[in-house]
């Protein structure tokens, strides 16, 4: 936790990262940001940074306390409130070697700053109303994105669409409120069904809650990259297939069944987006303890993953037992399967069962193929997708404050009886509210508030 004194004190942290690139950026923010910026600063004709209007840049010197040279650098002054924290800021855009940032850095706190902690330019910007938690959160989102679907989603919240999810509920649960305290104006006998009007009202979030709760699941894993298994019989050619997607040869190819034992993970982008590869043993039955182990892990794969790629080897006759197991994995993950019939340039044989569905042509031999198995996975992942229908992220926090949410409201479903205590129903709505509220940051604790930017990187 910050300590009050250090509260309003400037803070500066480098905002780009570390490592190579000709420059780099340092942001200086606070209500005596500008003090500090001119101790720091050697501007021609003796000009004062402090003295220059809002929003402009200045080319000049960092100096240290013996006003030796640090670096030439440029200067942008901004004023609170039209900054980012909401409060009067310097960014700083010097040469990216690490001794002269870090010279820097020394200069800023010899003048009266300190060193960022974690988030906290949001956590200022939350402070001083520039953005509210939801928003802030969207920040780190939108900077650990590994899709490009899931930076689309972390942009609009920004913009703050979860935010106005929020205060559409918030203005129904008041709504309820209001009917709950105006009961307490009216007789009995004048029967106004008051709970009748609240209880259809939190049906309808509750509606709209669970609604969004499901999408959750789906968006973690947008955010986290797709994962596509490859799954089938030993020698479909399943490691063949996922060397070719992957470009590179990266599982063990043999013509002895059973050569893959263990799963195999291997990452690549695509189109925007990040795919988890996933190669795993061949299914089939067997007493080898760590084969069955092996397809045991299989399964385990074939369950989690967002797509799976059943592959079978098109030049062989599928067995019963083998007939058995495909069909098992499509009546349990229709939906998630795209199915690959490898091996075409070999003569073929008839395999009822697959043929009746859509399946995809294949051979190593043949790039195109592959290109085509690339291009299904990928109109695959936009009907998944787009079928999530939220324009927006949640995180873990927004989920447990959804749950909450649910839990508050369905006990106050229980009390709307034949005879309703409307003192505690209003009281119970009261603390619904508060619930939402902690969701935007409104009336967030301060510890609640420590532990969402603790996740954060220092520039942010
Ligand atoms: N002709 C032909 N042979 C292929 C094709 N794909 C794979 N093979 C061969 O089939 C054999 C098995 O390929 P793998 O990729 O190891 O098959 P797998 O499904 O990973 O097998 P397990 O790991 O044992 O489950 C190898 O000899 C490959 O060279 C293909 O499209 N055409
Ligand atoms: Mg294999």
């Not at 669409?161 to 929020?166: E, G, N, P, V």
């Not at 002895?256 to 291997?266: H, N």
């Amino acid at each position: 936790m910050i300590s009050p004194i250090t509260l309003n004190q400037p803070i500066i942290a480098q905002c780009t990262p570390s490592g190579s690139g000709a420059i780099a950026l340092l942001r200086l923010s606070g209500e005596n940001a500008l003090d500090v910026a001119n101790l720091i600063s050697a501007l021609p004709h003796h000009k004062k940074l402090s003295a220059q209007p809002t929003h402009t840049i200045h080319y000049g010197h960092v100096i240290d306390a013996d006003a030796q040279q640090i670096d030439q650098v440029l200067f942008l002054v901004m004023r609170a409130p039209h900054t980012f924290t909401g409060e009067d800021t310097v960014e700083i855009t010097c040469h990216n070697n690490p001794f002269i940032i870090q010279n820097i850095l020394h200069a800023a706190i010899a003048a009266g700053a300190r060193l960022a902690q974690e988030g906290e330019f949001s956590r200022r910007a939350v402070l001083n109303n520039k953005i509210d938690m939801v928003q802030a959160e969207a920040i780190n989102d939108l900077i650990h994105a590994n899709t490009q679907l899931a930076l689309k989603q972390s942009l609009s919240q920004l913009e703050g669409s979860f935010t106005q999810w929020i205060n559409a509920i918030e203005k129904q649960l008041i709504k309820a409120l209001a009917l709950s305290e105006a009961s307490f104006e009216f007789l009995d006998e004048e029967n106004m069904e008051f709970n009748l009007q609240i209880k259809e009202i939190i049906e309808h979030i509750l509606h709209k809650s669970a609604a969004l709760k499901i999408t959750f699941n789906q968006q973690q894993q947008i955010r986290n990259g797709i994962r596509i298994a490859l799954i089938g019989s030993v020698n479909a050619g399943k490691s063949s297939l996922f060397n070719a997607l992957l470009n590179q040869e990266r599982a063990i190819v043999t013509n002895i069944a059973g050569t893959t034992r263990d799963v195999i993970e291997a990452g690549l982008y695509k189109n925007g987006n990040y795919w988890t590869l996933i190669d795993t043993a061949g299914l089939r039955t067997t007493n080898d303890i760590i084969e069955q182990m092996g397809i045991e892990r299989s399964r385990e794969q074939a369950h989690k993953a967002d797509l799976i790629l059943l592959v079978f080897d098109g030049s062989h006759k599928l067995s019963e037992a083998e007939n058995t197991v495909y069909q098992e994995l499509l009546n349990a993950y229709g939906d998630k399967i795209i199915i690959i019939n490898n091996k075409a340039d070999l003569p073929q044989e008839r395999n009822p069962l697959i043929l009746t569905k859509k399946t995809y042509s294949t051979s190593i031999h043949n790039k195109n193929s592959i290109f085509q198995v690339e291009s299904a996975i990928q109109e695959k992942i936009t009907t998944l997708f787009t079928a999530i229908g939220s324009p927006f992220l949640l995180n873990q926090r927004h989920f447990n404050a959804l749950i909450s949410l649910e839990t508050q409201l369905a006990t106050i479903l229980t009390m709307l009886n034949e005879t309703p205590r409307y003192e505690l129903i209003s009281y119970h709505l009261n603390d619904t509210l508060a619930t939402l509220s902690e969701l935007t940051g409104k009336s967030i604790s301060e510890a609640g508030m420590d532990a969402v930017f603790r996740e954060f990187c220092v520039g942010k």
